[in-house]
């Protein structure tokens, strides 16, 4: 049997990362699949990576934000925009704690991943497998955009992106969201939010039988060192992160108070500033994360 650890939307939150480990330590998984969205909003860089590769994960797929965050240090942001602001200064924090070497990693990342488990075919992806954003597999979605996910000969899907733990059967095969590891709080199809706001994964179990059992779990941590953390290391954007953490309440889209946030704090300068010089920008971040 072979038990595998399902990690999606970490979003830089290294004390969630680090309870879910030890958790699934405990339940004897035997090795981690990381589902895309692993760096930004949160204060977590190299720190997230060094969590990761002290256990055995095998697989990783690009992230909506992981893209994004690529897309940024290229210079492909609209100063008009406000959330390309943000995330271009997000991306100009992970990148001054990454360094190349990090972002080299995450620019290999594939948008798929297909593993033979115990006899069967497992599909990975962040969301649909040509397009890791957008809100085409939402719990509400219908069945035959969930179909999408099934290339040729795989039994099962496994997914991220949404933040909502989700086990259904598409008519052509099982579909499997662990939600989010480390932005916990999403929407559902009627508007209402989750009030869970603990780290969520899930231990995929598969024997020579097939799926022996998808064990979805909840595991609380330390809010106030994740925003301890946050405020040592200057995280940009702390209050929306502090908020998102503490309510599940995200306003990453949020443009009237995000353009308020740019011009208070600079960043809109920050971003000018960026293009103007056409480079990588990591010398433009004052003060990069501390060690943790």
Same mark, same amino acid.
């Given at each position: 049997?072979?038990?595998?650890?399902?990690?999606?939307?970490?979003?830089?939150?290294?004390?969630?990362?680090?309870?879910?480990?030890?958790?699934?330590?405990?339940?004897?998984?035997?090795?981690?699949?990381?589902?895309?969205? !692993? *760096?930004?909003?949160?204060?977590?860089?190299?720190?997230?990576?060094?969590?990761?590769?002290? !256990?055995?994960?095998?697989?990783?797929?690009?992230?909506?934000?992981? +893209?994004?965050?690529?897309?940024?240090?290229?210079?492909?942001?609209?100063?008009?925009?406000?959330?390309?602001?943000?995330?271009?200064?997000?991306?100009?924090?992970?990148?001054?704690?990454?360094? +190349?070497?990090?972002?080299?990693?995450?620019?290999?990342?594939?948008?798929?991943?297909?593993?033979?488990?115990?006899?069967?075919?497992?599909?990975?992806?962040?969301?649909?497998?040509?397009?890791?954003?957008?809100?085409?597999?939402?719990?509400?979605?219908?069945?035959?955009?969930?179909?999408?996910?099934?290339?040729?000969?795989?039994? !099962?899907?496994?997914?991220?992106?949404?933040?909502?733990?989700?086990?259904?059967?598409?008519?052509?095969?099982?579909?499997?969201?662990?939600?989010?590891?480390?932005?916990?709080?999403?929407?559902?199809?009627?508007?209402?939010?989750?009030?869970?706001?603990?780290?969520?994964?899930?231990?995929?179990?598969?024997? +020579?039988?097939?799926?022996?059992?998808?064990?979805?779990?909840? !595991?609380?941590?330390?809010?106030?060192?994740?925003?301890?953390?946050?405020?040592?290391?200057?995280?940009?954007?702390?209050?929306?992160?502090?908020?998102?953490?503490?309510?599940?309440?995200?306003?990453?889209?949020?443009?009237?108070?995000?353009?308020?946030?740019?011009?208070?704090?600079?960043?809109?300068?920050?971003?000018?500033? *960026?293009?103007?010089?056409?480079?990588?920008?990591?010398?433009? *971040?004052?003060?990069?994360?501390?060690?943790?």
């Amino acid at each position: 049997m072979t038990r595998i650890g399902l990690l999606s939307d970490i979003h830089g939150n290294v004390t969630a990362l680090r309870a879910i480990i030890e958790d699934a330590q405990k339940q004897g998984v035997d090795e981690f699949w990381v589902l895309g969205d !692993v *760096f930004m909003p949160g204060p977590g860089t190299q720190a997230i990576f060094d969590l990761l590769d002290s !256990v055995n994960t095998t697989s990783y797929v690009m992230g909506n934000w992981d +893209d994004a965050l690529l897309a940024s240090l290229r210079g492909e942001i609209d100063l008009g925009d406000s959330t390309d602001v943000y995330g271009l200064v997000l991306s100009l924090y992970a990148q001054a704690g990454l360094g +190349d070497v990090g972002i080299a990693r995450i620019a290999a990342w594939p948008m798929t991943v297909t593993r033979q488990v115990e006899g069967l075919s497992v599909g990975a992806s962040h969301n649909l497998p040509d397009n890791p954003g957008g809100n085409d597999l939402i719990t509400s979605a219908p069945p035959a955009n969930f179909d999408r996910l099934f290339a040729e000969g795989i039994n !099962v899907a496994v997914m991220g992106h949404t933040h909502s733990p989700l086990l259904r059967h598409s008519r052509k095969g099982l579909v499997i969201n662990p939600g989010s590891a480390g932005l916990p709080g999403w929407f559902d199809e009627n508007e209402r939010l989750s009030r869970d706001l603990r780290g969520h994964y899930a231990i995929l179990a598969i024997s +020579d039988h097939g799926i022996d059992q998808a064990d979805f779990r909840t !595991v609380a941590f330390d809010v106030d060192a994740e925003l301890a953390l946050a405020r040592r290391q200057e995280l940009p954007y702390y209050e929306l992160y502090e908020q998102q953490l503490t309510t599940g309440v995200a306003q990453t889209h949020n443009r009237a108070l995000l353009d308020e946030i740019n011009q208070r704090c600079g960043y809109l300068d920050l971003a000018r500033e *960026f293009l103007r010089r056409s480079v990588g920008g990591q010398d433009l *971040f004052r003060g990069s994360p501390a060690p943790i």
